[in-house]
T-cell receptor
Framework: GAGVSQSPSNKVTEKGKDVELRCDPISGHTALYWYRQSLGQGLEFLIYFQGNSAPDKSGLPSDRFSAERTGGSVSTLTIQRTQQEDSAVYLC???????????FGQGTRLTVV | QQQVKQSPQSLIVQKGGISIINCAYENTAFDYFPWYQQFPGKGPALLIAIRPDVSEKKEGRFTISFNKSAKQFSLHIMDSQPGDSATYFCAASGTGANNLFFGTGTRLTVIP
């Protein structure tokens, strides 16, 4: 695709349910990032994938959060046993290599009720 | 620990005025400093970026000023327009630091 694609664009889930958020990066981009943006807030780093290296998971807020990247392309962010404080926009970005432009998707707005 | 500190949190400027947003960092391994612009309901998009081998970079009405010794950089928007109303994020990364660290954002409102 021409840009970073995220799905779904909106997700409403009940507290305690698991959710999966998907990110399709730009083809050929080796770096992929997940960020969380709460209403009116900044970009909170969650996790970073670079090629075949072990991901940097230092931003994941709890063990309920996990992410994987299959075949160096598509990534899935999984939130288990969702809580109301997980409600936010989850943004994915990819870039070709270090110190180049990062391209963001439109985000997935997650609402936990 | 906030790797990049950004101020102000919000800014209101009259049309035609100059908008100035400031950022500071500590990690001297950073060598790439982009600014991103985000409109409501959209993902951030790259506005302009600078590397530390220059002290200033200008693209149209947007200028980044970089002070390596002070570990500070700023975004200046000249002749600010209502269409510039958005949230602006500074960021930093380096060849040694794999991540891309963002500031907390500045919500700019340009009043007609």
């Amino acid at each position: 695709g021409a840009g970073v694609s995220q799905s779904p664009s909106n997700k409403v889930t009940e507290k305690g349910k698991d959710v999966e958020l998907r990110c399709d990066p730009i083809s050929g981009h080796t770096a992929l990032y997940w960020y969380r943006q709460s209403l009116g807030q900044g970009l909170e780093f969650l996790i970073y994938f670079q090629g075949n290296s072990a991901p940097d998971k230092s931003g994941l807020p709890s063990d309920r959060f996990s992410a994987e990247r299959t075949g160096g392309s598509v990534s899935t962010l999984t939130i288990q046993r969702t809580q109301q404080e997980d409600s936010a926009v989850y943004l994915c970005a990819s870039r070709l290599q270090k110190n180049t432009e990062a391209f963001f998707g439109q985000g997935t707005r997650l609402t936990v009720v | 620990q906030q790797q990049v500190k950004q101020s102000p949190q919000s800014l209101i400027v009259q049309k035609g005025g100059i908008s100035i947003i400031n950022c500071a960092y500590e990690n001297t391994a950073f060598d790439y400093f982009p600014w991103y612009q985000q409109f409501p309901g959209k993902g951030p998009a790259l506005l302009i970026a600078i590397r530390p081998d220059v002290s200033e970079k200008k693209e149209g009405r947007f200028t980044i000023s970089f002070n390596k010794s002070a570990k500070q950089f700023s975004l200046h928007i000249m002749d600010s327009q209502p269409g510039d109303s958005a949230t602006y994020f500074c960021a930093a990364s380096g060849t040694g630091a794999n991540n891309l660290f963002f500031g907390t954002g500045t919500r700019l409102t340009v009043i007609p």
